[in-house]
């Protein structure tokens, strides 16, 4: 079999066993599976992967760097291959134009100035799919905005013309237990609805936590080596 056809196939499997994996936390949890949205993050692997992924039905993809999703995106859309991308890493305002060219959801708004840039850069693009980021432990220099803030971020996102607040994302923080991260997040999650009830998306869970992040009410989980394996990255 050519190289080419094995990774496929590796994908393939892959694909279905992580899909497997989170219905079987859905119902491990009470929920119906197509309650959670599987979103495959191809960071550091090529835009072959990410083709392949996209033919084999998976239609949401996460990057976390800009440098590699705007031309990762544009060569996807080349071969005619238009997935949702989420931008799920920090970012930077200087940045906003570009990610506005791609992205349909960016999971990591956590700060006024963000949402301006994002904002202005939406209107000359389409609207975007906006999910506050939340810094649990209150350690912001890692990203998120600090749960006393989030009412204020809620209305200056709910206010802008070209962004969509859906949500509310966050990382467990380091020595958390993951169960105790996600009940944080979904209570942060009803803060946010007092300020738009559509908000109802929860960004929660990565390779390590999904399980508990599901259990937790998450409506998106964000996997990657599940699929894409532990295979050499791209340079």
């Not at 197509?34 to 992924?53: G, Q, S, W």
């Not at 738009?196 to 998450?218: C, L, N, R």
Request: hydrophobic share 45%; glycine share 8%; with cysteine.
């Amino acid at each position: 079999m050519a190289p080419d056809a094995r990774r496929r196939e590796q994908l393939r499997d892959n694909l279905a066993r992580a899909r497997d994996a989170v219905a079987s936390a859905c119902r491990e949890a009470g929920r119906e599976p197509e309650t959670v949205r599987l979103i495959v993050v191809t960071k550091h692997f090529p835009a072959d992967d990410a083709a392949a992924l996209v033919e084999l039905g998976q239609s949401d993809l996460g990057e976390n760097r800009d440098q590699e999703a705007a031309p990762k995106a544009a060569e996807l859309a080349g071969r005619g291959l238009e997935p949702a991308w989420h931008f799920v890493g920090q970012l930077q305002r200087n940045k906003a134009r570009s990610v506005a060219g791609y992205a349909d959801w960016v999971h990591s708004v956590d700060r006024v100035r963000l949402v301006e840039a994002l904002d202005r850069a939406a209107a000359a693009e389409r609207p975007i799919n906006a999910l506050l980021q939340v810094s649990l432990d209150g350690d912001t220099s890692r990203g998120g905005a600090a749960i006393g803030d989030l009412p204020a971020l809620a209305d200056k996102v709910a206010e802008a013309s070209s962004l969509r607040l859906r949500g509310v994302m966050a990382v467990a923080p380091l020595g958390w237990a993951p169960s105790k991260a996600f009940d944080l997040l979904a209570k942060c999650s009803e803060r946010v609805r007092t300020v738009e009830p559509a908000a109802t998306e929860i960004s929660a869970g990565m390779s390590g936590d999904f399980a508990a992040a599901v259990a937790a009410g998450a409506t998106m989980v964000r996997l990657g080596r599940n699929v894409l394996g532990e295979r050499e990255p791209m340079a």
